[in-house]
């Protein structure tokens, strides 16, 4: 939908107070009363529609991704320096739309990032922890070193619905030869 996607709640509570929230939590008076933090997170008529479109294709969508998913999975079976992030057993089930990988050290990623660079092959680290972020930097953090290890190690790879077979065939092939 170009803004995140959409909410599905289970309880009308819980969509009441979610639209609440994304309304800049105004309070139900003539003028404008905040008695909680709010945001600006409606969606728009435009992106709804772009929404309502792209549900008509998710199965599709996901398919390709597990398409893709399945390709980074033979590749690093092999290859013990990587592990593929995937489902821990077969009581999950991944939508596959993000292919990650944990590589032995920050140096084995961003070598690869930069091999990956030099075929014009887009690669990014995993997200950078909400607390190590700057603007965060002053709050409390309870944590075991988890999302750090994850970020220092971890390699988004493409993984796109744009990809073709030649693209993924590419990605592939650039991967081996730094292997």
């Given at each position: 939908t170009s803004g995140g996607g959409a909410l599905i709640c289970h309880s009308e509570a819980a969509k009441k107070k979610a639209v609440f929230l994304a309304s800049q939590a105004k309070e139900d008076a003539v003028h404008y009363e905040h008695t909680q933090v709010g945001y600006n997170y409606r969606m728009s008529n435009v992106a709804a529609s772009i929404g309502l479109g792209q549900l008509e294709v998710l199965s599709e969508h996901i398919q390709h991704r597990k398409q893709n998913h399945h390709f980074y999975k033979q590749l690093f079976e092999n290859l013990s320096e990587v592990t593929l992030h995937q489902e821990p057993n077969e009581d999950f089930i991944s939508n596959h739309w993000l292919t990650v990988i944990q590589l032995a050290s920050f140096e084995q990623r961003e070598a690869l990032r930069l091999h990956l660079e030099k075929y014009n092959i887009e690669s990014r680290?995993?997200?950078?922890?909400?607390?190590?972020?700057?603007i965060f930097s002053g709050c409390p953090y309870y944590g075991d070193g988890t999302s750090e290890r994850l970020f220092r190690d971890g390699l988004c790879l493409p993984s796109g619905t744009s990809l073709s077979f030649d693209d993924i065939d590419r990605v592939i092939k650039a991967i081996e030869s730094m292997f």
């Open positions: 680290p995993v997200w950078k922890p909400m607390h190590l972020q700057p």
